[in-house]
């Protein structure tokens, strides 16, 4: 069974902390996804990885950057937190871009 | 942008009655999937249709892509408290790894 596991289920920061989400996947899939999830605005899709090195924008990039150094790690970094970042963070994996993508517990991040 | 709407946002049902949520996109997709998210849980995949009109079924889900492959819905018949969750459409199109999600269906079961 695919294992898509999160660095931490609850995170509490400060306002202009630089922040880490990791998240590592288990099943050498090739895709890796970041999304945060909001109440009434479902999952939006933040960054996504095709690729070790590789990385392409998703719909809400600004204020977010992300690394994949390895195949099975995809890091998404807040470089200057701000409230409005307050959120459930989602990572996920698929292992092509058309197969169903494999969800983590996803942390819960909380800005003050 | 590309847009996939889904509704309703809201379904409160009394156990044993159907429910049904429909997803709308802007643009043609190549193919769609649907998820469920327990309460507390992450989204876990159910199913993805491919073909125009295709129909799909999985114990007491139906799943539908329309012949114009823009609209899909999920249909439960009889519905038990064991279906109690947030029910997302994400469609995709093209050759784009990204998928693009509804807002979701929340689903409430009363025994």
């Known amino acids: 069974d695919v294992k898509v596991t999160q660095s931490s289920r609850y995170l509490v920061k400060r306002t202009g902390e630089k922040v880490f989400l990791e998240c590592v996947q288990d099943?050498?899939?090739?895709?890796m996804f970041w999304y945060r999830q909001d109440p009434g605005l479902g999952l939006r899709l933040i960054y996504f990885?095709?690729?070790?090195?590789?990385?392409e924008k998703g719909d809400i990039p600004e204020g977010y950057s992300v690394s994949r150094e390895k195949k099975e790690r995809f890091s998404l970094i807040l470089e200057s937190a701000s409230t409005n970042q307050t959120s459930m963070y989602l990572c996920?994996?698929?292992?092509?871009?058309?197969?169903?993508?494999?969800f983590g517990d996803g942390t819960r991040l909380s800005i003050l | 942008g590309q847009q996939v709407m889904q509704i309703p946002q809201y379904q409160h049902v009394q156990e044993g009655e159907d429910f049904t949520t429909y997803c709308n996109s802007s643009?043609?997709?190549?193919?769609i999937q649907w998820y469920k998210q327990r309460p507390g849980g992450h989204p876990v995949f159910l199913i993805q249709?491919?073909?125009?009109?295709e129909v799909k079924k999985q114990k007491r889900l139906t799943f539908q892509f329309g012949e114009a492959k823009k609209n899909s819905s999920l249909h439960i018949t009889a519905t038990q408290t064991t279906d109690v969750g947030t029910y997302f459409c994400?469609?995709?199109?093209?050759?784009?790894?990204?998928?693009?999600f509804g807002a979701g269906t929340r689903l409430a079961v009363h025994p």
């Open positions: 990885s095709y690729d070790v090195k590789m990385k």
């Open positions: 994400a469609g995709r199109t093209g050759g784009y790894n990204k998928l693009i």
């Open positions: 996920a994996s698929s292992r092509t871009g058309n197969q169903p993508q494999h």
């Open positions: 249709l491919v073909k125009s009109g």
């Open positions: 099943m050498d899939h090739e895709n």
């Open positions: 643009t043609t997709l190549s193919n």
